[in-house]
């Protein structure tokens, strides 16, 4: 793990960008809007609710999280970004629905005052949307341009010290590392001439790359995972991470599957088909932004059970995954998941989760916890990928010649040994020799 120095207490106002103010985004804002005015809190964000053991099990230290290790404060937030439809924050939380309009209503006034930027926006890239409130240039790289414009006037006019993009906007169609995504300058090049090998989402992380600033991606797509990306954020010592949050369907994965692999159980099959109604599931009912999709859930099981070290058990599994959008679902997203596994003799069981799950509810807290855990990191020095956050995705970015870890419980332990890292404390084993000898 680099070194990196002890966290200061963060001073001034921290802005939190969003590509994307739909549903997860406008979720996160009036959420902690309700939360800064003790309307609601914040369940879900491991930031604010969680705590971290320190030391031995019987010094019975465990701080809170936020108490621990010095994050922005919530009163300290401001917020923006951009949208390729004019909707003040208020009038897309409306329409998204997620959200009682009782609630929305008492933080209607904040609401109203978050106005999305024009996004940058080609419909070959989202195939079922179409935008109004678009930005027009002849290229990306103008677009780029455009969008550090945004993100200066945005820190002045919101007297903000430190920025973070989190991108909250649609799945794009498939794309593949090209020759284009080799380094920075093959990049640019491909930015000037327009290429398709260029999605919008890159042209943000670019930007805000560029500036310095922060780039979670919430999303499968490529964006960041590309050398040329990779070499910006290390010339420009910016910290990033990605890739699509994990929510619904592969956080019950992420959870049941560690179990199965302790206690040695096999796996036939696993069939897992979702129905979902919102801008997402309209999204992905185009095959191409599906395929990004499909290629971030179909790995987890993958990297969890490791077939090649468990052929008798893993070997052969069938994992199937459907997305069918239902309009009337909305943004409750219903999940079925049919697991076949075999236990003791290999005789067979079954397991059936049904997770009638919200969508956005459970994206808000973790779009919080990237923006404050990727600024603690921008302040302290650590800059490239930052795998201790895997925890909050379907498909972590990992370095070249590492495969990703996908078990949750890992993951936690990753992410709370970093920060016992970072402010010096004694990392935890969980060994537990010294209370027996």
Not at 47 to 76: C, H, W, Y
Not at 251 to 279: D, E, F, Q
Request: hydrophobic letters at 40%.
């Amino acid at each position: 793990m680099e070194t990196a120095k002890k966290p200061a207490k963060p001073s001034g106002r921290l802005g939190i960008l969003t590509p994307g103010m739909g549903a997860v985004a406008t979720t996160f804002v009036a959420g902690v809007e309700a939360a800064r005015r003790g309307y609601a809190k914040p369940f879900g964000s491991l930031t604010q609710m969680g705590t971290i053991r320190l030391g031995k099990r019987t010094e019975n230290r465990s701080p809170l999280i936020k108490e621990f290790v010095p994050l922005a404060e919530l009163d300290d937030l401001a917020f923006g970004g951009w949208d390729i439809f004019e909707d003040n924050a208020y009038e897309a939380a409306v329409k998204a629905g997620v959200l009682d309009r009782a609630l929305l209503d008492r933080v209607r006034p904040f609401l109203e005052g978050v106005k999305p930027m024009p996004a940058v926006f080609d419909q070959h890239y989202v195939k079922r949307l179409s935008g109004t409130w678009v930005k027009k240039a002849k290229n990306w790289y103008e677009h780029a341009e455009q969008l550090k414009e945004d993100i200066l006037a945005f820190k002045e006019r919101e007297r903000c010290d430190r920025l973070v993009v989190v991108w909250c906007a649609s799945t794009e169609i498939f794309l593949k590392e090209t020759a284009a995504h080799r380094d920075l300058a093959s990049f640019e090049k491909a930015m000037k001439e327009r290429s398709p090998e260029i999605a919008p989402s890159m042209v943000y992380a670019y930007a805000a790359l560029s500036l310095g600033v922060p780039f979670a991606n919430g999303a499968p797509n490529l964006t960041l995972d590309v050398p040329a990306l990779m070499e910006l954020a290390r010339e420009k010592g910016v910290p990033v991470c990605g890739k699509d949050f994990k929510t619904g369907q592969t956080l019950m994965k992420t959870i049941v599957a560690p179990g199965l692999k302790a206690r040695m159980l096999g796996l036939n099959g696993w069939y897992s088909t979702n129905i979902l109604g919102n801008r997402d599931g309209e999204v992905l009912d185009d095959p191409e932004s599906f395929k990004t999709k499909e290629e971030s859930k179909l790995s987890v099981l993958e990297y969890i059970l490791q077939p090649h070290l468990y052929p008798e058990l893993y070997e052969k599994f069938s994992h199937v995954v459907r997305i069918n959008y239902y309009p009337p679902r909305g943004d409750n997203k219903e999940g079925w998941d049919n697991i076949d596994i075999f236990g003791w003799l290999g005789y067979p069981m079954q397991i059936k989760i049904n997770f009638l799950c919200r969508d956005s509810i459970l994206a808000a807290p973790i779009v919080l916890d990237l923006a404050l855990f990727m600024d603690l990191a921008k302040r302290i020095g650590m800059h490239g990928i930052q795998e201790w956050l895997s925890f909050y995705f379907k498909s972590p970015m990992h370095a070249p010649g590492l495969y990703p870890e996908h078990d949750l419980f890992i993951q936690l332990m990753k992410l709370k040994n970093t920060l016992r890292h970072v402010q010096g404390e004694e990392l935890i084993t969980h060994l537990g020799r010294e209370y027996y000898d």
